[in-house]
C-alpha cells in the first residue's frame, strides 16, 4: 500500500497583525487634526487585532458622529486625548484599554504622521489576512458537514468575492481627473465613434436609440403572458451569440431543451410545430437546415443555460463569475424575474420586499461582472385590461406602474422595455411594437416588430427593409409552409428563412 508523503504544514499560531501599526494610527488621529477624517472613514474597529485598540477606535467613531440636543453634528475636532478618555469611562470601557496611562502612552508617541498612509496599508493587509483566514475555516465547517457541494462553493465565491471587493469604496475622487479620462475617451468616440457601441441585439433602431447594451445595465422586458418576452429575450441572445459573445440563459420557465428547440426553428426556418411533432413536411430538406442550425449553434455560437427553476440571485452570480472567469461572459437573460426565489431567510419579508431585493441583487450582478443582464418581469392584468387615457385612448398600452408586485423593478432598471401587442377585432391581424419606457442614458420611444410566429421569432423594419419583405398581418394572408418559398421568398443570402409574419402560436 502506497504512504502518502504530504506532510503536515505547520501553521502560525498566532494571526497576522502589527501592534505597531495599530498604535501609530490611533496616535495619529489623538493629535494630527487634519487626517482624523479620512482615517476613520478607512477603517473599521474590527480592522484592529488588539482588543483594546478596537474599543478605543470604536471610542473614537463616537465622539465623531456624537450629536448635541439641537441634532447638529459636533465638530471632529473634539477628539482628542481628553475627550477620548471621557467617552471610554462614560461607556465604563477605560479599565479595559489600559486605563488613562494607556492613552497617554498613545499620546505622547512620536511616529511620522506624514506616513499615517503606510501604517493604515499595514492594518488593513492584517486585516483582511485574518478574514482570510476566517473564511477558510468556515468553508472547512461547510464542506465537512454538507452534502449539497453547489452550496458550498457558492458559499465559498460569494463571501471570496466579497472580501475582494472589501475597502473598495475609496471615498471622494477628483472631478477634475475625472474630466481629463472623460475627454480622452469622447476623443476616442470622435475618432472612431464605433469603438462606443455596446453589444448590438440585432434590432437596428433598438440599438441605434440605445448604442447597443452595456455592461453594468439592468434591462428589464415586461408583457403580459403569451405577448411574446420570451421570444424576443432569445432572439436578442441568438444575435447576440452570432457575434462571437458569450451569452447565459436562466430559464425559470422553459426547459433547455424547449429553448433549444425554439433556438433551431428561428435559426432555420422550419416551423416549431413540425418539430415538435416530428411531422417535417419537406423531410431531409427540413434535416439539412436543422443541422445546419446545429452546427451554427456547436461551433460558432457560446450559449449556456440553467433551468433550475428554485434559481436564486447567488447562485447566478457565482456561477456567471465562473463562466466569465472560464469562457468569457457579455449577456445575461434571466426568465423571468416573479418566478425567482430571494437570498433572505425572512419568511415574513412580503412578496414585494422579495421582488425588491431580487432586482438589487440582479443590478449589482451587472456592474460587479460589467455586463448587461436582460431580465423579464410580469405586467399586472391592469395592463391588458385598461384603457389609457388621453391621447392614446383604448391602446391600452403599458405603463411603468404596470410592472408586477414591486416598484423597485422600475428603480433598479436602466431600460424598461414593453412588448404591447394591439388586437384588430375586425380582421383579426395583431400588430406588435417594442417600448422604450424607461432610458437612463437616452431616449424614450415605440419601435414596431413583427412576430413571425411559425418559428418564434421577431423580426423589426430593417430586417423588412432589407429583404424587401411584405409583412402580411391579415388572418387570411397566412400562406402555407411548403419548405421552399413559405413566405416571403425562401432562404436569403445570410442563410435565414424567411417566413410569414404572425401571431404567436404557442403561449408563454
Not at 440599438?207 to 436578442?236: F, Y
Not at 388572418?475 to 425562401?490: I, L, N, R, S
Amino acid at each position: 500500500m502506497a504512504v502518502s508523503n504530504l506532510r503536515k504544514v505547520d501553521v502560525p499560531t498566532v494571526l497576522p497583525n502589527s501592534v505597531e501599526a495599530e498604535q501609530d494610527i490611533l496616535f495619529c488621529i489623538l493629535r494630527n487634526q487634519a487626517i482624523q477624517l479620512e482615517i476613520l472613514s478607512k477603517l473599521d474597529a474590527e480592522d484592529f487585532y488588539q482588543t483594546n485598540h478596537a474599543i478605543i477606535f470604536d471610542a473614537m467613531q463616537e465622539i465623531a458622529g456624537s450629536t448635541n440636543i439641537s441634532g447638529k453634528e459636533e465638530s471632529l475636532s473634539s477628539i482628542n486625548f481628553a475627550t477620548v478618555v471621557d467617552c471610554l469611562r462614560r461607556n465604563g470601557k477605560l479599565a479595559q484599554v489600559g486605563d488613562i496611562d494607556y492613552i497617554l502612552y498613545l499620546n505622547e508617541l512620536l511616529p511620522s504622521a506624514a506616513n499615517y498612509d503606510e501604517y493604515l496599508s499595514i492594518v488593513k493587509r492584517a486585516s483582511v489576512m485574518r478574514k482570510l483566514i476566517n473564511l477558510c475555516g468556515e468553508i472547512q465547517k461547510r464542506a465537512y458537514k454538507s452534502s449539497n457541494v453547489e452550496e458550498v462553493l457558492s458559499f465559498a465565491e460569494e463571501e471570496l468575492f466579497r472580501l475582494a471587493q472589501y475597502d473598495s469604496n475609496n471615498g471622494f475622487v477628483s472631478y477634475a481627473d475625472i474630466a481629463a479620462r472623460t475627454m480622452i475617451r469622447i476623443n476616442e468616440r470622435y475618432v472612431n465613434p464605433e469603438s462606443s457601441k455596446g453589444i448590438l441585439t440585432g434590432f437596428k433602431r433598438f440599438d441605434k436609440m440605445t448604442n447597443g447594451l452595456h455592461g453594468g445595465e439592468l434591462i428589464v422586458l415586461a408583457a403580459r403572458p403569451g405577448v411574446g418576452k420570451s421570444t424576443l429575450a432569445m432572439n436578442i441572445a441568438e444575435n447576440v451569440a452570432k457575434q462571437s459573445n458569450t451569452v447565459a440563459i436562466y430559464s425559470l420557465e422553459m426547459s433547455n431543451d424547449q429553448i433549444v428547440e425554439r433556438l433551431l426553428s428561428s435559426m432555420s426556418g422550419v416551423p416549431l410545430q413540425y418539430i415538435k411533432n416530428g411531422q417535417l413536411p419537406c423531410g431531409e430538406s427540413d434535416f439539412t437546415k436543422l443541422r445546419n442550425a446545429q452546427d451554427t449553434i456547436s461551433t460558432a455560437m457560446k450559449v449556456f443555460g440553467n433551468d433550475y427553476a428554485n434559481i436564486r440571485p447567488s447562485e447566478i452570480s457565482s456561477q456567471c463569475r465562473r463562466l466569465k472567469a472560464q469562457h468569457g461572459l457579455d449577456l445575461i437573460v434571466v426568465d423571468y424575474i416573479q418566478l425567482m426565489n430571494s437570498d433572505s431567510k425572512d419568511a415574513n419579508q412580503g412578496r414585494q420586499n422579495e421582488v425588491a431585493s431580487i432586482t438589487r441583487a440582479l443590478k449589482l450582478i451587472a456592474k460587479e461582472l460589467n455586463v448587461p443582464v436582460i431580465a423579464l418581469s410580469q405586467l399586472k392584468r391592469d395592463a391588458e385590461i385598461r384603457n389609457i387615457k388621453g391621447e392614446k385612448a383604448g391602446g391600452g398600452e403599458p405603463v411603468l406602474s404596470d410592472l408586477r408586485e414591486s416598484g423597485a423593478i422600475e428603480q433598479d432598471a436602466d431600460i424598461v422595455l414593453f412588448i404591447h401587442r394591439e388586437q384588430d377585432a375586425q380582421t383579426g391581424s395583431a400588430n406588435h411594437k417594442l417600448i422604450i419606457a424607461k432610458h437612463r442614458n437616452g431616449e424614450l420611444g415605440d419601435i414596431p416588430v413583427y412576430m413571425l410566429g411559425k418559428i418564434v421569432r421577431f423580426v423589426d423594419d430593417d430586417y423588412i427593409t432589407r429583404y424587401n419583405v411584405k409583412a402580411e398581418q391579415e388572418e387570411t394572408a397566412k400562406p402555407q409552409y411548403d419548405g421552399q418559398d413559405a413566405v416571403f421568398g425562401g432562404e436569403n443570402t445570410e442563410g435565414e428563412f424567411i417566413v410569414n409574419s404572425d401571431e404567436n402560436t404557442e403561449q408563454e
